[in-house]
């Protein structure tokens, strides 16, 4: 009999996962498994506004595939992800085409701008090392460019992050740890840098509890940050910001337009005719699509919710590592035609933010809440158990980071 063909779309938290948890639980005899991604290596997302501030080296958050994956068991393709065409099961990829008889889709999020006019054009977004780099290099270029031009031109220092949610908070706060450096590398006055964050709802961090929101807040402008709230950013052009608050428009000037104002599931998977909910795809509780019992998707591309569908889950590594579980576990029941189908069953063991080097914020077991270097060291825990779960002691120590007390 044919060995069935399972293919993971996107090398991300959720298809990672799922194939480190598939070459486990599946013998090379039981199923033949195919990852696609578009770089041969993962990524840390959760640490990209740390590469996109320059607080932390690229090569950090880079984990190259070959050294995780047994690819004896899997077979990884370096290729891009043009469309799925679930009705013929077949992925159509930027240097060909493959089959599948069951499919996981993992292929992340990428930078909503709402409709904001010229966000998607002049913002810059983080959405993946490469655009972390950029941003790294963009505003050091700025920075450079000043003290170059006559007419200094404040636009260079004026850096505007639209969004204070938690991307646009942890950005935020490893910018203000870094522009000291900065300063002293290029030359700058500190006090002539302006980082704006602009935000739409009365307060940052919308839903979190207020402690954690005066808090943050508090940290934030401690080191220099502009927080407006109540804000709705109207446009953004390569030279300045324009946002409306209180009736009355006002204009930022500058070059660096820092999109985080919020997430989409890739667009492929909207393309693909897939059933959209919230820009995600709606699943069933075992995580498979509403219409094909042999599509799964994993990640930020899915739409779940926890005891009811109003109480749908944020977008979260954590989320994503835990559906891969159920999705191999899922997989390996209709493989080998034994055990049962199991409903995704969210463990939210608590939300860390951070805030910087040293400081961030957080919650734990529903009330516990932390601040300061406490949800710092704790936030470390949560990376390097992550860590260790992919790729065991080794990957760990070579990536995690121990530097738990400054
Ligand atoms: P991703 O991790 O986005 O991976 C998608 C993969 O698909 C990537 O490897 C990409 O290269 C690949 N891919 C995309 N398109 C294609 C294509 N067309 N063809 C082939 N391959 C493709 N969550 C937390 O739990 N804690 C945090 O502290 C935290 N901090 C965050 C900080 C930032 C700055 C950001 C941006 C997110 C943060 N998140 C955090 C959210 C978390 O990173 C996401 O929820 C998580 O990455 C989702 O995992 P995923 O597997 O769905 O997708």
Not at 145 to 163: F, P, R, S, T
Request: charged letters at 25%; aromatic letters at 8%; glycine letters at 8%.
């Amino acid at each position: 009999m044919k060995k069935p063909n399972i293919v993971i779309l996107g090398a991300g938290y959720g298809g990672m996962m799922t194939a480190v948890n598939l070459q486990k639980a599946i013998g090379l005899n039981d199923a033949t498994i195919t990852l696609v991604n578009k770089n041969d290596y993962h990524y840390q997302t959760i640490w990209l506004h740390e590469n996109a501030a320059g607080t932390l080296e690229q090569e950090r958050s880079r984990i190259d595939i070959k050294n995780i994956l047994n690819m004896q068991k899997i077979k990884f393709i370096k290729d891009t992800v043009v469309s799925i065409k679930p009705k013929n099961h077949k992925v159509k990829l930027e240097d060909g085409e493959i089959d599948y008889d069951y499919l996981v889709i993992g292929l992340g999020f990428e930078a909503a701008t709402y409709g904001i006019t010229g966000l998607k054009e002049n913002g810059l977004m983080i959405n993946d090392l490469s655009s972390a780099r950029l941003i790294r290099e963009h505003i050091e270029y700025n920075f450079a460019m000043y003290n170059q031009e006559k007419d200094k031109d404040q636009a260079h220092l004026n850096i505007v992050i639209c969004g204070g949610g938690v991307t646009g908070i942890e950005f935020a706060g490893e910018l203000v740890d870094r522009i000291p450096n900065l300063c002293a590398e290029f030359d700058i006055n500190k006090p002539q840098v302006r980082v704006v964050m602009i935000e739409e709802a009365s307060t940052i961090l919308p839903g979190f509890d207020q402690q954690l929101i005066d808090y943050t807040m508090n940290s934030l402008e401690s080191r220099g940050v502009e927080i407006i709230t109540e804000a709705k950013v109207k446009e953004c052009t390569s030279a300045s910001i324009v946002y409306k608050k209180d009736g009355e428009q006002i204009e930022i000037p500058t070059f660096t337009t820092i999109s985080a104002a919020g997430i989409r599931a890739n667009r492929i998977v909207e393309q693909s005719g897939f059933k959209m909910n919230a820009g995600k795809i709606e699943v069933r509780q075992d995580m498979r699509t509403l219409e094909y019992n042999n599509v799964f998707v994993v990640g930020d591309c899915a739409l779940t919710s926890e005891n009811n569908p109003e109480n749908l889950l944020s977008p979260t590594a954590q989320i994503a590592i835990q559906q891969a579980e159920t999705v191999a576990h899922n997989l390996k029941t209709l493989i080998k035609g034994k055990g049962k189908i199991v409903d995704f069953q969210p463990r939210t063991i608590g939300t860390v933010a951070s805030l910087g080097n040293d400081d961030a914020v957080g919650i734990f077991m529903k009330d516990r809440k932390l601040f300061g270097w406490k949800a710092t060291v704790m936030e470390k825990i949560i990376d390097n158990h992550y860590l260790y779960k992919l790729g065991g002691v080794k990957l760990m120590i070579k990536k995690g980071k121990f530097n738990f007390f400054y």
